[in-house]
T-cell receptor, first 116, second 115 residues
Framework: GAVVSQHPSRVICKSGTSVKIECRSL??????MFWYRQFPKQSLMLMAT?????????EQGVEKDKFLINHASLTLSTLTVTSAHPEDSSFYIC????????????FGDGTRLSIL | QQQVKQSPQSLIVQKGGISIINCAYE??????FPWYQQFPGKGPALLIA?????SEKKEGRFTISFNKSAKQFSLHIMDSQPGDSATYFC??????????????FGKGTKLSVKP
């Protein structure tokens, strides 16, 4: 089945640094990739939707200058958390859409981001 | 406004029992209703899904019951096992595959199956 790989699985960094998270579709070309944020014991909150070669569409309340999304190819999207602060600590999950699949989105295993 | 309401928030079931999680939606344009299973530190994994043209779908121990008129759907886990202990999310969307709209998630149900 379709596999989405997310890297790194866990990252700890100091406040003020920028962190890049990669999301790759391993065996299919993803027309659309999604980025979610999940706080402990809460549901997934959609942050943005990205299509290859075009600007990401951000959900209301999500700072696009804070969370930079690049979808340079049909198999790779990146989320960069710029000038990260402790309140950015969260579980970030990506998903990808395979146009040839009847399953809407295939999810990665998430990235646990901890900002000290 | 929460478009997909999920209950209960948590559920404890004895091994071998039936786990039932309910969801209600508001947007009648939704036409795809998946259930996801999420273990701690992992991304959600599709468990089973249904479209509104059928009232029930069964895959192994997992069954979705769908009531279009009531705008409700539920997940039944038969013969629940400790390995089923996880958080379950219902969701809804319009379209599927490459033309699918965003998934709208419920708030999740933490299921604990006691041995």
């Amino acid at each position: 089945g379709a596999v989405v790989s997310q890297h790194p699985s866990r990252v700890i960094c100091k406040s003020g640094t920028s962190v890049k998270i990669e999301c790759r579709s391993l065996d299919f070309q993803a027309t659309t990739m999604f980025w979610y944020r999940q706080f402990p014991k809460q549901s997934l909150m959609l942050m943005a939707t990205s299509n290859e070669g075009s600007k990401a569409t951000y959900e209301q309340g999500v700072e696009k200058d804070k969370f930079l999304i690049n979808h340079a190819s049909l198999t790779l999207s990146t989320l960069t958390v710029t000038s990260a602060h402790p309140e950015d600590s969260s579980f970030y999950i990506c998903s990808a859409t395979d146009p040839h699949s009847n399953q809407p989105q295939h999810f990665g295993d998430g990235t646990r981001l901890s900002i000290l | 406004q929460q478009q997909v309401k999920q209950s209960p928030q948590s559920l404890i079931v004895q091994k071998g029992g039936i786990s039932i999680i309910n969801c209600a939606y508001e947007n009648t344009a939704f036409d795809y209703f998946p259930w996801y299973q999420q273990f701690p530190g992992k991304g959600p994994a599709l468990l089973i899904a249904i479209r509104p043209d059928v009232s029930e779908k069964k895959e192994g121990r997992f069954t979705i019951s769908f009531n279009k008129s009531a705008k409700q759907f539920s997940l039944h886990i038969m013969d629940s096992q400790p390995g089923d202990s996880a958080t379950y999310f219902c969701a809804a969307s319009m379209g599927y595959g490459g033309s699918q709209g965003n998934l709208i998630f419920g708030k999740g149900t933490k299921l604990s199956v006691k041995p």
